[in-house]
């Protein structure tokens, strides 16, 4: 496997585009916005030199990396020579399924078909194929070139040598992948949301400030970054996205997303990517600052 696909160029795009890459993978990098796409090897380059600033990456090697990856606005000009192809879309299950639906009829019979989805069914999206045994999920962790793990899902139809090659794969760009089977939120947005959700919870019915519930969350259960501060991380409209996947998966009203959470989403206020979420962000600046909605007066 030497030819990798990634479909989407923004953060989860750009990061699995740049992890392979960094490991000598051919890597088509396909978005249909070439601006995004121009944006999306800015932040990969910019990325690499952070590398190379600590010791980590040399020069050769950044410019071996760059010179890996092709950017392409048609999937199937992009896809017609992978043996691998990562999908890394927005988390939107209409848009998945049809992206899925090209990647079968305009792939090679051979490759490998995974999503990057957080939470959306393997099985569902392998159904609109006619390779279900080689469709896999693989979620990678933000930010990609950091982050060890790989969630790697099975779906129902998948196969054994579909798992054990992307589990191998994996392994190549020095991640830990770890087998789960295929059921809402698989175990990482399973655990995860529900907590996120019950922090905004806290917040939304006046027990403790954004900046108090973090620092509980920090100092009490060593978490690296408050809930909040993650949600603002992850995205707060990604957040809702995964928390209708759960309640409407298994019709439990334990994963009902919080009204708060609901409101500012449709306010606008989507976290860090929008400027503002839980806490206010300003370019260049790492203070973390609450947002004027939620200081105490």
Not at 41 to 53: E, F, G
Not at 211 to 231: F, N, R, Y
């Amino acid at each position: 496997m030497k030819q990798i696909a990634v479909i989407g160029s923004g953060t989860m795009g750009n990061g699995i585009a740049h992890t392979f890459a960094q490991f000598s993978y051919k890597v088509n990098l396909i978005d249909i916005n070439q601006a995004a796409l121009d944006k999306a090897i800015q932040t990969i380059t910019k990325n690499l030199d952070r590398q190379v600033a600590k010791g980590t990456l040399t020069e050769e090697q950044k410019a071996a990396s760059l010179n890996n990856i092709t950017t392409y606005t048609s999937i199937k000009d992009g896809v017609q020579n992978a043996d691998l192809i990562v999908e890394a879309a927005t988390e939107n299950v209409d848009l998945k399924l049809k992206i899925f639906k090209d990647l079968d009829e305009y792939a090679p019979a051979h490759a490998i078909l995974a999503s990057n989805t957080s939470s959306i069914s393997i099985t569902q999206i392998a159904a609109v194929t006619g390779r279900g045994e080689q469709v896999i999920g693989m979620h990678f962790m933000n930010p990609v070139p950091v982050m060890k793990l790989v969630e790697v899902i099975r779906g129902y139809a998948t196969s054994d040598e579909t798992t054990s090659t992307i589990m191998s794969l994996s392994q190549s760009l020095e991640k830990v992948p770890v087998e789960v089977n295929d059921y809402p939120g698989f175990v990482a947005n399973r655990i995860l949301m529900p907590m996120i959700n019950e922090a905004i919870y806290t917040l939304y019915e006046g027990v403790a400030g954004v900046h108090e519930i973090d620092t509980v969350m920090k100092l009490g259960m060593a978490h690296p970054m408050g809930p909040l501060q993650l949600a603002d991380f992850i995205g707060l409209d990604v957040c809702l996205a995964i928390l209708k996947v759960l309640h409407d998966g298994f019709g439990n009203p334990k994963y009902a997303p919080c009204p708060l959470l609901v409101n500012m989403v449709a306010a606008g206020k989507k976290g860090a990517k929008t400027g503002e979420g839980f806490y206010q962000y300003t370019s260049g600046s790492k203070d973390l600052i609450v947002s004027d909605k939620f200081k105490k007066s």
